[in-house]
């Protein structure tokens, strides 16, 4: 596994969680990462991406200001830090790096992706 996306778990309506994209690929530092999310019956869909030097960032409208996201270079790690979630939250959510080293929106711009890591947000 090249890519262990982590932290998900069962919070309340308005919690937080923080999740962690580990990698083991070498070049991993030198890569966009982004975050997407698949819920039941539904597309998978961008949530978040982030250049290789943590510079530039980009969010998807529905988690503007709730959600932050961001890298520790030396322990090859991205995070995503979700705050006030709500149950349209709710997701299995993957972590993926990019072909590039900018934010990439487009799922076919990633070519490694995480197992996903399953986020459920209650009422």
């Known amino acids: 596994v090249q890519l262990q996306a982590s932290g998900g778990g069962l919070v309340q309506a308005g919690g937080s969680l923080r999740l962690s994209c580990v990698s083991t690929?070498?070049?991993?530092?030198?890569?966009?990462v982004g975050w997407f999310r698949q819920a039941p019956g539904k597309e998978r869909e961008f949530v978040s991406s982030?250049?290789?030097?943590?510079?530039?960032?980009s969010y998807a409208d529905f988690v503007k200001g709730r959600f932050t996201i961001s890298r520790d270079r030396v322990k090859n790690t991205v995070y995503l830090q979700m705050n006030s979630l709500k149950p349209e939250d709710t997701a299995v959510y993957y972590c993926?790096?990019?072909?590039?080293?900018?934010?990439?929106?487009?799922?076919?711009?990633?070519?490694?992706w995480g197992q996903g890591t399953q986020v459920t947000v209650s009422s």
């Open positions: 993926a790096s990019a072909r590039g080293s900018t934010t990439q929106v487009m799922s076919s711009s990633y070519n490694y």
């Open positions: 690929r070498r070049t991993f530092s030198n890569n966009g």
């Open positions: 982030i250049s290789w030097n943590g510079g530039s960032t």
